[in-house]
């Protein structure tokens, strides 16, 4: 975990931007499958538009405020919430999203490596830069 202390000021315009944010998912629906991890949701304003496809979604935010949102917004949701990094998540996903989160890492090679370590047999990792997406 490291000392970062970000608040996500932004979050709440891109969050309030509802026909992107669904277009985003649409995007990429297809690629995404059941048991999803996404790094750095930030106050969740993806969830809500892949939610309902899927069962298992496990978020992992580093940031402790940011984190605590997340548990009082889904707390009628069953997600799982961690207050953690991708070196820490011991389980294996289907589906790992990276969303305006990997231009905030030191290392976002390092951390690629290590995200593809935490995939299950078949698997979508998705990771979107500013104006640049990548399926793979």
């Known amino acids: 975990m490291s000392n970062l202390k970000y608040d996500g000021f ?22 995404i499958k059941d048991d999803l991890l ?5 106050k969740g304003g993806l969830v809500k538009f892949y939610d309902r496809y899927l069962k298992k ?11 605590k949102y ?5 707390s009628k949701k069953k997600h799982v919430i ?5 070196n820490k998540i011991k389980k294996k ?6 969303y ?3 231009e905030h890492i030191k290392k976002d090679t390092i951390e690629i490596k290590k995200a593809k370590k935490k995939f299950k ?13 990548v399926f793979l």
């Open 100 to 102: 305006d989160v990997l």
């Open 93 to 98: 996903f289907n589906t790992i999203l990276y």
């Open 121 to 133: 047999k078949k698997w979508s990792f998705n990771y979107k830069r500013s104006c640049f997406s």
């Open 57 to 67: 979604i496990t978020l992992i935010e580093p940031e402790k405020k940011l984190y």
């Open 70 to 74: 997340l548990l009082k917004k889904f």
């Open 82 to 86: 961690k207050n953690s990094t991708i």
């Open 10 to 31: 932004e979050l709440d315009f891109f969050d309030g931007s509802d026909n992107f944010r669904k277009y985003q998912i649409d995007l990429i629906r297809k690629y």
């Open 38 to 42: 996404e790094v750095g949701p930030g």
